[in-house]
């Protein structure tokens, strides 16, 4: 039914029937909203819903959470509700004027007329009297959906940011589909990552120590492992890992790595795979010491060579990701030979208590992309309170990187493009944060991987956070992401989603006609 025939019908109607009419944003659906609806029903025959427009809502840059169409839809399934219009302004003067109904309804939060601080209720109210209607406030529970949405959208940047993408989600679907062919290689270190969970038994009584009963333990692959399992599920991917001659780990690692390509390893034959042990309270999930197994010094002379024959002879790739974790695999010499076999070339770079004060930057010199956090760059160029984008810059220019990204904890993430000089922030989406571990190795395989392959770097950005949201909700690198299940989590974020939701106009179901007043 037309827009003039559905509103001729309403005229129509309101000669023999008594028509109520309400008038809201109704961008989030609550019982509040349903005994409003049903006791405004009850006062007439004829109940007309008029919605606020998305281009005249007034309640914040994130608002309206729900397109106008995604509204009009759950609107119109409720029984009580028999025509919604859409308002061509920002109060419901015009549709009062238009429909002339003799009840004009608003909820138990319009009772105290002098809260109307920006005076459209006082608009209003004089309209339907002008007409020789009635004003009528219903008697239900009050509720505010300003403070649910609020309390579900914390972080205004989140929504924001993902509003300002205008991205379809066939466009998310394509940038993947698009980089499944890609031939890539990561160049590192496995790391196995153990969980000692363990209850306190207190304090011992003859040393001042504290005594812990172990529960139990779980082992995960991390390091270059680990990001090589989640690219596997994206793209192509070979590697050139270096492990342990521990057979035990030897099985998990060739498991984990089952989706790869080609997967070629240096053994380090007088040492095991490097382990990091943290020690978790059962009771509380907090890790309290961690124990690390790890040979710093076991690359030989004659490893070296072997280590750098390979890779001398190593194919051409679309892409070589390099982590590097501290130990000494990727020392100068690797480095330069990785540089040397491709323009492509993505380094990240871990400072932590293993490598405090011996892992330089200096090395990764004249890569196409290096990731690193906000605490690592500061420590490498001894500066602690400049502001970071001066901070990029200078690194950039110092080690002739084309691309520098910064993971900010909380703050999110930023990157910089040395040759236009551009600088863009992505905020956090992580909310339960289980362990950190192997968050930012996630987000440095997925974000390098678009960053090489998409013109888009906001995007690139956003799916990195996003890829690190599962990885922070449980410990250590025990969810490898799966392709369709991470596109689904990006394309079904609400925020994100609604934002591209067309207006149109259409009919429910029979008894719900809906007259898009506002097109």
């Not at 991205?167 to 031939?183: G, L, P, T, W």
């Not at 760059?377 to 990187?401: A, F, G, V």
Request: net charge positive; glycine share 6%; charged share 30%.
């Amino acid at each position: 039914m037309s827009s003039f025939k559905i509103i001729k019908n309403i005229k129509n109607l309101s000669k023999h029937k008594n028509i109520v009419m309400c008038h809201g944003v109704y961008d989030f659906i609550h019982l509040g909203h349903i005994e409003h609806f049903k006791e405004a029903k009850s006062k007439g025959d004829i109940l007309v819903v008029s919605v606020t427009n998305d281009k005249f809502v007034e309640k914040g840059l994130d608002r309206p959470f729900f397109k106008i169409n995604e509204r009009i839809k759950v609107l119109s399934a409720i029984r009580y509700i028999d025509y919604v219009v859409i308002s061509k302004s920002k109060d419901a003067v015009k549709n009062i004027n238009l429909i002339k109904p003799k009840i004009y309804c608003k909820g138990p939060d319009y009772k105290i007329l002098a809260d109307d601080t920006n005076g459209m209720l006082k608009k209003e109210v004089s309209a339907i009297k002008r007409i020789g209607g009635e004003f009528y406030i219903t008697k239900g529970k009050q509720y505010s959906s300003s403070k649910m949405i609020n309390s579900l959208s914390k972080n205004k940047d989140q929504i924001k940011f993902i509003k300002e993408l205008n991205i379809s989600s066939r466009y998310v679907r394509n940038e993947f589909e698009n980089i499944k062919k890609k031939n890539i290689l990561v160049v590192g270190e496995g790391i196995i990552d153990k969980y000692t969970f363990a209850e306190v038994l207190g304090k011992s009584g003859k040393d001042p120590i504290m005594n812990y009963n172990i529960m139990s333990s779980k082992s995960y692959c991390g390091g270059a492992i680990s990001i090589a399992a989640n690219l596997s599920n994206f793209c192509k991917v070979d590697t050139y890992i270096s492990i342990g001659n521990d057979k035990k780990n030897f099985r998990m690692i060739k498991k984990s790595l089952n989706k790869c390509n080609k997967n070629t390893f240096f053994k380090k034959n007088k040492s095991s795979t490097p382990i990091k042990n943290r020690f978790v309270d059962n009771i509380s999930n907090q890790k309290f010491f961690g124990i690390y197994e790890i040979d710093q010094n076991s690359y030989s002379a004659d490893d070296k060579n072997k280590i750098i024959k390979y890779l001398r002879n190593i194919k051409k790739y679309d892409l070589i990701i390099a982590p590097d974790f501290g130990n000494n695999f990727l020392f100068k010499e690797v480095c330069d030979t990785l540089k040397k076999k491709t323009d492509y070339l993505s380094f990240t770079t871990q400072i932590n208590s293993t490598s405090y004060g011996f892992n330089s930057l200096s090395k990764f010199k004249n890569s196409f992309s290096i990731f690193l956090n906000e605490k690592e760059l500061r420590h490498e160029l001894k500066d602690r309170s400049t502001d970071i984008k001066k901070l990029m810059k200078l690194i950039s220019k110092k080690n002739n990187t084309k691309h520098i990204v910064v993971t900010r904890g909380k703050l999110g993430s930023m990157w910089y493009e040395k040759k236009f000089n551009k600088f863009y922030s992505c905020p956090a989406f992580a909310s339960n944060i289980i362990d950190k571990t192997g968050s930012g190795d996630t987000l440095y395989a997925i974000s390098s991987l678009l960053i090489r392959f998409t013109k888009n770097i906001k995007f690139s950005l956003y799916a990195g956070s996003m890829a690190s949201v599962d990885n922070l909700s449980d410990y250590g690198n025990k969810k490898i992401l799966e392709k369709n299940n991470f596109i689904k989590s990006i394309i079904y974020s609400k925020a994100w989603k609604n934002s591209f939701v067309r207006v149109e106009t259409f009919k429910m179901r029979s008894n719900n006609s809906i007259f898009n007043a506002g097109l």
